[in-house]
């Protein structure tokens, strides 16, 4: 089964940047639909971003667009997320996530999950 590995969380200040990165480890994987999406304490899990590679369209949740990016990586079944203008309320474990037909993009239509990152934002 493929595994998705995240990395680049941490920790930022209050208008600062980070940068996510998702990785599929095989490389024969077909992720049609590639996604972010990020739980807080005692909420519910919610969309960031989605991408999908065949047309390159994206889908933002309205808390982030206009500060959070998600591009492809360089390499096949590779996800980024460029996170801008971060916010104390952008806390969170976010999450990677693909599935390997065309789904929209909520949590509940991936498959495939990668083990979450920590982004920490300080006031």
């Known amino acids: 089964r493929v595994q998705l590995v995240e990395s680049g969380g941490g920790s930022a200040q209050d208008g600062g940047s980070l940068r996510l990165s998702c990785a599929a480890s095989?490389?024969?994987?077909?992720?049609?639909?590639m996604g972010w999406f990020r739980q807080a304490p005692g909420k519910e899990r919610e969309k960031v971003a989605c991408?999908?590679?065949?047309?390159?369209?994206?889908y933002y949740g309205d808390s982030v667009k206009g500060r959070f990016t998600i591009s492809q990586g360089n390499a096949k079944n590779t996800v980024n997320l460029q996170m801008n203008s971060l916010k104390p309320e952008d806390t969170a474990t976010y999450y990677c996530?693909?599935?390997?037909?065309?789904?929209?993009?909520?949590?509940?239509?991936?498959?495939?999950w990668g083990q979450g990152t920590q982004v920490i934002v300080s006031s």
């Open positions: 991408f999908y590679p065949s047309d390159g369209g994206t």
């Open positions: 095989d490389p024969l994987y077909d992720a049609v639909s």
């Open positions: 996530a693909t599935s390997s037909a065309l789904v929209g993009c909520r949590p509940e239509n991936f498959g495939t």
